[in-house]
């Protein structure tokens, strides 16, 4: 991992709001054909985020960001995301690729509570997956590992699982083909306006996602050589999302088997 001197004290560049800051700029930039293009983006637009003292600074961080995200694009998604043994090694995978390109300092405050986050989620699939445990000891199993979170890790916990049941309504305003009116209209009644409004954004965001997706899995069921595939899955999707792509076209084939008729 990088080293950095110690500080006398908390150092306020480095706050808990540092990663999100960085991905609203990266949003704001867009897509770029190669690194050192989103990079020269990003110059441009430091200045609306950080403070004058803070730019160049902010800026160099940003830069090895925009690195970190290209590693992560090299590296491959486990075949079955549910099985623990799989997940940890990918989790491990990208906890090494943090370390080479972040100081300790950095690195605690852009991927603490997503860390947090990961050991938890691992800790609750091995509860899961273990037979020899009746459903009242992997309740309990759950809720011990739950307590090791700190409170923000709860919160966002919790704000995940409210995610899932708006996912849920979600899926259920897909399947009944209801229109983006009534979906405002009844999101608006139940979560406000502002709220409707992001989830609003949210599905032509998903739209976008799940049309891509459409793009790369037709390619690659039509025998597309691996070079282009390759060439398409970098065309078609941020590093991140290519984590993504086999875990997404793993559940499109596991609900597409749902819906066969028995």
Do not use: C
């Amino acid at each position: 991992m990088l080293q950095r001197a110690e500080d006398a004290g908390p150092d306020p560049f480095l706050s808990g709001q540092l990663r999100f800051k960085f991905e609203a700029l990266l949003l704001e930039a867009g897509e770029a054909d190669t690194p050192a293009a989103l990079k020269k983006r990003l110059a441009a637009l430091i200045g609306r985020h950080f403070e004058p003292a803070e730019a160049a600074r902010a800026l160099a961080l940003l830069e090895r960001y925009v690195d970190y995200r290209a590693a992560l694009g090299e590296l491959k998604t486990p075949v079955d995301p549910s099985d623990p043994s799989a997940l940890r090694q990918a989790v491990h995978a990208r906890q090494q690729v943090r370390e080479k390109h972040f100081a300790p300092d950095e690195y605690q405050a852009l991927f603490a509570e997503d860390e947090a986050l990961d050991r938890f989620t691992l800790a609750r699939l091995e509860v899961e997956s273990n037979a020899s445990l009746t459903p009242a000891q992997k309740h309990d199993a759950v809720r011990e590992a739950e307590r090791e979170l700190g409170a923000n890790e709860r919160a966002a916990r919790a704000d995940a699982v409210a995610h899932m049941a708006v996912a849920a309504q979600t899926a259920a305003f897909e399947a009944g083909g209801v229109s983006e009116h009534e979906r405002f209209s009844q999101r608006s009644a139940q979560y406000g306006d502002a709220a409707a409004q992001q989830l609003a954004r949210l599905d032509r965001e998903e739209s976008n996602w799940q049309a891509r997706l459409n793009e790369y899995a037709i390619a690659r069921t039509g025998n597309t050589n691996p070079g282009r595939l390759q060439q398409l899955s970098q065309q078609l999707f941020s590093s991140e999302e290519q984590l993504r792509i086999e875990a997404a076209l793993t559940a499109r084939a596991s609900q597409s088997a749902a819906a066969v008729p028995r």
